[in-house]
């Protein structure tokens, strides 16, 4: 513990925090999937509920509607009951199609492989576009689909970032995504998405975080949480 007279330790840089949660928890590497549009609507489908849950609504709105124009013409009652395991169907069964027919719109053959190569801001402003989507849903599009260096922040990637004072308390979480991106290298966004999410929901959990026992405790100011105990830290 640092004396009076002594600083505190610098925090950790976004580098360092990848380097130590993946030496804890081991490294997953990106693999993107080359389909924005089916990364599209698996997001919008995930909100609110567990991936497993989410990947049996998209699986079933797939067999009921092999494609999009046929979920865009559907009576909503047939895609909310298609989507039923995924929870909250009543209030994403009409989105889904509103997203669809925006897409559509615009992209009359859903083929988004244009953000692929657009600038990254415009590839984010083209999607923050169409209904519903924000700079989360964006973020998992160019991501995890096309392997572009956006920054998804969710509940755990917001909470562990302000605890390590990475973003100031007083910031949004839409304006944790661009700053956050500011300081995370490109080449390590996508770790830095999944490690958090990791450390978030195995270690600094939003209750009750296992101070004690993580390994970015000698760095972490802990932004919010009540001085540790260190009696207990150390046992
Ligand atoms: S020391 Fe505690 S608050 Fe800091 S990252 Fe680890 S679990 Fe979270």
Not at 2 to 7: D, E, M, V, Y
Not at 19 to 28: I, K, N, P, S, T
Not at 36 to 63: C, I, K, W, Y
Request: with cysteine; hydrophobic share 40%.
């Amino acid at each position: 513990m640092p004396t009076r007279t002594q600083k505190p330790p610098p925090p950790w840089t976004p580098h360092e925090i990848i380097e130590v949660l993946d030496a804890f928890y081991g490294r997953h590497p990106a693999r993107p999937s080359g389909a924005p549009m089916v990364e599209l609507v698996l997001t919008l489908l995930s909100q609110h509920t567990s991936d497993h849950n989410s990947g049996r609504a998209f699986h079933r709105l797939l067999e009921r509607f092999p494609e999009w124009d046929a979920v865009a013409a559907a009576p909503t009652a047939e895609v909310e009951d298609a989507i039923r395991p995924g929870g909250l169907a009543p209030t994403k069964a009409p989105r889904l199609q509103e997203l669809i027919r925006a897409v559509r719109e615009r992209m009359p053959g859903y083929d988004l492989s244009l953000l692929e190569t657009m600038p990254l801001a415009e590839a984010k402003a083209w999607l923050r576009a169409l209904p519903g989507v924000g700079p989360k849903t964006a973020a998992c599009v160019l991501l995890f689909a096309l392997g572009r260096p956006a920054l998804p922040v969710d509940t755990h990637v917001d909470r562990v970032s302000r605890r390590l004072g990475l973003v100031p308390a007083k910031a949004s979480t839409d304006q944790a995504h661009d700053i956050l991106e500011a300081q995370v290298a490109p080449e390590d966004i996508y770790a830095y998405h999944v490690d958090l999410i990791q450390h978030g929901r195995r270690t600094c959990a939003a209750r009750v975080p296992l101070c004690a026992a993580c390994p970015l405790l000698p760095r972490c100011p802990r932004a919010g949480l009540p001085p540790l105990d260190t009696s207990v830290a150390g046992r």
